[in-house]
């Protein structure tokens, strides 16, 4: 029976790992194609005791992230799995335009404690969750589809402690702003300001 279960798991998880297109955590821009969009956003993780640490964390957060577009009345979804860079940003490239969540995220905190955040709707309103083996693709409300060249996720906050709770909220900017941690304040521009200064010769942003 454990065998069986084993096996199931393994199958979704690989299930999951060909589904879900993949990209790193170093953004070298592309050459937009025609009709395609880039979607920018960032992720702030505060660790409030898990580890009886406080710290704030943006680097090689994996994010999932999935996408939803329409075109010519047939629709399609498609998972993204990517790394955030140093600042806690990340950007998916020459990707339909249409409507675009963040699943989840999965984040080491503490010492060697690795947190899987998946997320499900409760009407309108999406509630992140721990999870126990991977974080899904299963999106029940979608925001409207839009057709921009640059798509804002905006900046994702997440604040975790020691209790399993998960506060969650989104930004679309921080300048020299307080979040929980006393001893922390965080300057972030919004998603397309930071990729257009951090590479200002890309042609996504002109």
């Given at each position: 029976?454990?065998?069986?279960?084993?096996?199931?798991?393994?199958?979704?998880?690989?299930?999951?790992?060909?589904?879900?297109?993949?990209?790193?955590?170093?953004?070298?821009?592309?050459?937009?194609?025609?009709?395609?969009?880039?979607?920018?956003?960032?992720?702030?993780?505060?660790?409030?005791?898990?580890?009886?640490?406080?710290?704030?964390?943006?680097?090689?957060?994996?994010?999932?992230?999935?996408?939803?577009?329409?075109?010519?009345?047939?629709?399609?979804?498609?998972?993204?799995?990517?790394?955030?860079?140093?600042?806690?940003?990340f950007a998916?490239?020459?990707?339909?335009?249409?409507?675009?969540?963040?699943?989840?995220?999965?984040?080491?905190?503490?010492?060697?404690?690795?947190?899987?955040?998946?997320?499900?709707?409760?009407?309108?309103?999406?509630?992140?969750?721990?999870?126990?083996?991977m974080v899904?693709?299963?999106?029940?409300?979608?925001?409207?589809?839009?057709?921009?060249?640059?798509?804002?996720?905006?900046?994702?906050?997440?604040?975790?402690?020691?209790?399993?709770?998960?506060?969650?909220?989104?930004?679309?900017?921080?300048?020299?702003?307080?979040?929980?941690?006393?001893?922390?304040?965080?300057?972030?521009?919004?998603?397309?300001?930071?990729?257009?200064?951090?590479?200002?010769?890309?042609?996504?942003?002109?």
């Amino acid at each position: 029976m454990k065998l069986i279960v084993r096996l199931i798991s393994f199958t979704v998880i690989i299930f999951y790992i060909i589904g879900c297109a993949t990209t790193h955590s170093i953004f070298v821009p592309k050459k937009p194609q025609p009709g395609k969009s880039i979607v920018v956003g960032a992720v702030l993780v505060e660790n409030t005791g898990i580890d009886d640490l406080y710290e704030s964390i943006t680097k090689n957060i994996n994010v999932i992230v999935v996408g939803k577009s329409t075109k010519d009345g047939e629709t399609t979804t498609q998972g993204y799995r990517l790394k955030t860079d140093e600042n806690g940003y990340f950007a998916i490239q020459n990707v339909d335009p249409g409507a675009y969540v963040l699943k989840g995220i999965e984040v080491d905190v503490g010492y060697a404690d690795r947190r899987l955040i998946g997320s499900r709707w409760e009407g309108k309103r999406q509630l992140f969750i721990n999870e126990g083996i991977m974080v899904n693709f299963n999106v029940r409300h979608w925001p409207e589809e839009v057709d921009e060249k640059v798509i804002n996720m905006g900046i994702h906050y997440f604040k975790l402690d020691n209790a399993g709770r998960i506060f969650h909220n989104n930004y679309n900017q921080f300048r020299n702003t307080q979040l929980y941690l006393e001893n922390k304040r965080y300057t972030m521009p919004k998603p397309p300001v930071y990729f257009k200064q951090k590479f200002p010769e890309s042609a996504w942003f002109d």
